[in-house]
C-alpha cells in the first residue's frame, strides 16, 4: 500500500510505502494544544517506509518522549514522533484520510465535555441559499490531495 499526504500549503510532503497501523484520537490535552482541535487523530506508519518527498516538517518537542512535526510555512500538524523510530501520522494530512479507520480513543478523561454530543448536531446541507453563495465565493489556495510536480507555496509574510 502507498499512501501520500502534506500540509495544506504544499511546502512539505511525504510518502509512505507500506501498511498503516492503528487509527486512534487522543483526547489528551497536548494533542488539543497541537493540532488546535479537540483531539488529536493519528496513524502509525512504518517509520522505515516514510520518506518526505517535498520538504521536511519544523519538530517541537513537545515532552520528553514526544517530537511533533508540523509545517513551518503553514503550521498544518504532520507526525507524532515517540522514540527514535516510531512514528504516527495526522490522519487530516493524509490525501486519503478516510483509509485510516479509527480503532481506539486515548486519554478519554481529558476529553472535552460535549464531545459525545457532537455527532447528534445539526447538520446543515451545502445546498442551503445561504451556504452555496459563501462556498461559491471561496477560492481554494491549499495544495491538492495528491502530489504535485511542483507547487508555489503562498506566503503571507512575503
Not at 14 to 31: K, N, P, Q, Y
Not at 130 to 146: F, N, R, T
Amino acid at each position: 500500500m502507498t499512501m501520500t499526504g502534506g500540509c495544506q500549503c504544499g511546502a512539505v510532503r511525504f510518502l509512505v510505502d507500506g501498511e498503516l497501523g492503528e487509527a486512534s484520537i487522543c483526547h489528551c490535552r497536548m494533542c488539543q494544544k497541537a493540532t488546535g482541535g479537540l483531539f488529536g487523530p493519528f496513524v502509525g506508519a512504518p517509520f522505515e517506509a516514510l520518506v518526505w518527498t517535498r520538504g521536511e516538517p519544523k519538530r517541537f518537542q513537545s515532552s520528553n518522549k514526544v517530537r511533533r512535526g508540523f509545517c513551518g510555512d503553514c503550521g498544518t500538524p504532520l507526525t507524532f514522533e515517540y522514540g527514535d523510530r516510531h512514528v504516527s501520522l495526522a490522519v487530516g494530512a493524509l490525501d486519503r484520510p478516510a483509509e485510516a479507520r479509527f480503532t481506539e480513543q486515548l486519554a478519554s478523561p481529558a476529553q472535552v465535555p460535549y464531545f459525545e454530543d457532537l455527532a447528534s448536531l445539526p447538520v446543515h446541507p451545502l445546498e442551503e441559499p445561504a451556504a452555496a453563495v459563501y462556498l461559491a465565493g471561496i477560492v481554494s489556495y491549499q495544495h491538492p490531495d495528491h502530489d504535485t510536480e511542483a507547487w508555489e507555496v503562498r506566503r503571507q509574510d512575503a
